[in-house]
């Protein structure tokens, strides 16, 4: 059978959504959404809604062993790192995680309808069809149906996939207790520390990697909700995931070039997701409309270059 390839390269796919991007709806809508972004992020640090970590010296907690501490406000889970005279420590309060858990859950709601409005106003512009602007980004909220089911696509694609993504780095933190435990100092590095420590390392970068390929899988069931918001919750799964059948290796790669834009939004917390947002959502969606025609082969060599790919399978 002959490998199935798509029509536009990588650089093509993305030089189109980079040319699209700046359309007045898209950035418009965009503002919406990153506006509400970065207010939520501020507004999570003001209220003590979020969980924080330190480093301190050692001597600062002399003999105490690597583990969690409960007390009567909560708990604190310390790591040990006597090789580099340093303790990592997360202290939690009852109260914090509190506040943590239900501001996240408001901030879901909130934002879950709003982003999947945005991405369909981004799919209206790409057809060159239905009603475009802002008024119609805000209909999620009042439509039960569309509601429920972004609430329920953003939970997957948000806590999910980073449930996931914690449980997958516990063989890395693993080896790096017992790397730190059985090596306290330089002078007691061996064959087995470097071993430990060499382990330790990869099988973080394979979590990190597992992490983003897990949300290149589900990403399109994003995209084809907010492309067919009238499809029941098990078309969208359905539908999403097979969307990318044939190309989810060259769509785990497509998505793993936008890499440094995604280090920047995290290094912004979000700010330039007025940029990173539309610019990789809409590659995203070419790279879909693209798959959905070379496998259904109905562009032609003419077509293909007079026209953008049209419509998502």
């Known amino acids: 059978m002959r490998k199935q390839r798509l029509a536009f390269s990588r650089r093509e796919l993305k030089m ?6 700046f359309h007045p709806i898209c950035m418009r809508v965009t503002l919406l959404l990153v506006g509400l972004q970065v207010a939520f992020v501020g507004l999570r640090y003001l209220l003590g809604a979020t969980l924080t970590y330190g480093v301190a010296s050692l001597a600062q907690y002399g003999d105490t062993v690597s583990g969690i501490y409960f007390n009567s406000e909560g708990f604190s889970i310390l790591f040990r790192m006597d090789l580099t005279q340093m303790v990592l420590a997360i202290p939690v ?13 408001v901030v879901l709601l909130i934002l879950a309808p709003i982003r ?50 914690i449980l997958a780095t516990v063989p890395s933190l693993y ?5 730190y435990t059985t090596t306290p100092s330089m002078a007691a590095y ?15 970068i394979a979590a990190l990697v597992f992490t983003f390929w897990l949300h290149s899988i589900f990403l399109p069931v994003r995209y084809c909700l907010c492309a067919h918001p009238e499809y029941s919750l098990g078309q969208v799964f359905r539908r999403g995931l097979d969307s990318a059948k044939g190309f989810r290796g060259a769509f785990f790669g497509f998505r793993l070039s936008y890499i440094l834009w995604f ?7 979000g700010a330039m997701d007025i940029f990173v947002t539309p610019y990789t ?24 270059e007079q026209d953008p790919p049209q419509g998502l399978e």
């Open 16 to 21: 189109l959504a980079k040319r699209l991007m």
């Open 93 to 105: 309060t009852y109260a914090q995680l509190i506040r943590f858990v239900v501001f996240s859950v």
């Open 116 to 165: 999947l409005g945005v991405m369909e106003q981004y799919w209206s512009m790409l057809r060159g069809s239905g009603e475009a602007g802002v008024r119609p980004v805000l209909r999620w909220f009042r439509q039960g149906g569309k509601f429920g089911k972004a609430v329920v696509v953003e939970l997957l694609l948000g806590a999910g996939v980073r449930l996931a993504g």
């Open 175 to 179: 080896l790096f207790y017992l790397f």
């Open 190 to 204: 061996t064959t087995t520390s470097s071993l430990l420590q060499i382990g330790a390392t990869v099988l973080a």
């Open 263 to 269: 280090l920047v939004s995290q290094v912004t917390y």
């Open 281 to 304: 959502s809409l590659g995203g969606m070419l790279f879909l409309q693209e798959a959905a025609r070379a496998r259904q082969g109905e562009a032609t060599p003419q077509q293909e």
